[in-house]
């Protein structure tokens, strides 16, 4: 059988870019304050998941629904499953949209929209190359199942759930990453430091509000103070506007003086791709006399966790040969002063530590401040070895189809679904050298970086499932 993959993409694109379209207009971030019981997550994530099931009923594939959480669509059969594993749920908007971020917005070869990059898009792409295959009417022999979850952003509540009730699939990929290929992925480890809510007299903490999830470096932070001297507070603080990488306001407002900063969000994997707004509003903070609890939370976040993606001032830094870097993200930072405080920090990590270790370090640091840490959730390390042929095969339908031969299989600090099969990596759809919007305002795709991936998935589905 002979596909041309690049020229069929082509031949997909309007269809293709209708279907996107339709799956950027349903806003599918989780809502725990809308759940039900026939939405665990609210509405959105399981009505993205069943408009993909939708898509492939019209195409005439078989589908299946596990509860609208998690659904898949299933092509061929055999002794063996493939699965790719793509997720139909996506982060929070958040500030600074150009566009309305649900609604898919096309300018200058590029689709604008929450999900174009991550993860409808290649999600759409994959299900793309598959159809590419029925429609030319291959069949493999190995049984293909396109997983879609409903909850990557945060649990994994879906894909959780398809592993506990089905059987664990042989070998695959997640389209939920970037090109070439992710074969290795550290650890992830996430815990949560509290403090007590008692504050001083001369300078007051009211409130304090940064960040929407751990896995994801905020872009805004607010503080509501009272201070000693109005005057020199909002001097210090337009100074220090002016002294950093960040913008923000201030207002006087009955309850006391509020400040604004906004820093640029990005996801956790690689924080020095983002600035924390919450870690410097705690470092202008940090050189006022507060007291209490107040001061503890100020001063952890300002002298321990502050532009520190390494987690150096903490000593739980670490680099390994393959795997690399320990990185660190101070997520959420919350403090009011019925609640006192929370700092929420996320820790992607090598082989040669681990959560435990990470988790001695930080309560060693919270211990100066008073402060108690728990480990809230931990995912261990991943590696599939470059000689596999998912690693081999995958690598090689991506060099033929892009040119590029000197791209090499890459170890990352983001978990994917991958991990959840012994055999499993990750595989696009970011190419090198496009932009990473992920997890950001005004996330995009160009169009035909979303066809390419769709001929690599062709091709790569058909050279795994051939024999
Ligand atoms: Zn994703």
Redesign the pocket.
Known sequence: MTIDWKQTAQDYKQAYLNDLKELISIKSVRDDDHQTKDYPLGEGPAKAMLKFLDFAERDGFTTKNLDNIVGYIEYGSGEKTMALQA?ADVMPAGDGWETDPFEMVEKDGLVFGRGTS??KGPALAAYYGLKMLKDHGFMPHTKIRLIIGTD??SDWTGMKHYFDVEPEPDFGFSP??EFPLINGEKGNATYVTTFGHTNGSDYTLKQFESGLRPNMVPGNADALVETGDNEKFVDAFTRFLDENPVAGDVKATGDGIALHITGKAAHAMEPKNGVNAGTYMATFLNQFPFEGAAKNFIAFLAEDLHDDSRATKISADHVDDIMGEVTMNVGIMKFDMQNGGMVNTNFRYPKGTDDKQILGKLQKAAGKHDAGVNEISNMGTHYVDPSDPIVSTLMTVYREQTGDTTSKPEVVGGG?YARLMKRGVAFGALFPGTKDT?HQANEFQPIDDLLKAMAIYGQSIYELTVK
């Open positions: 997720h991550d993860d990557e952003e939920d990453a994917t992920m």
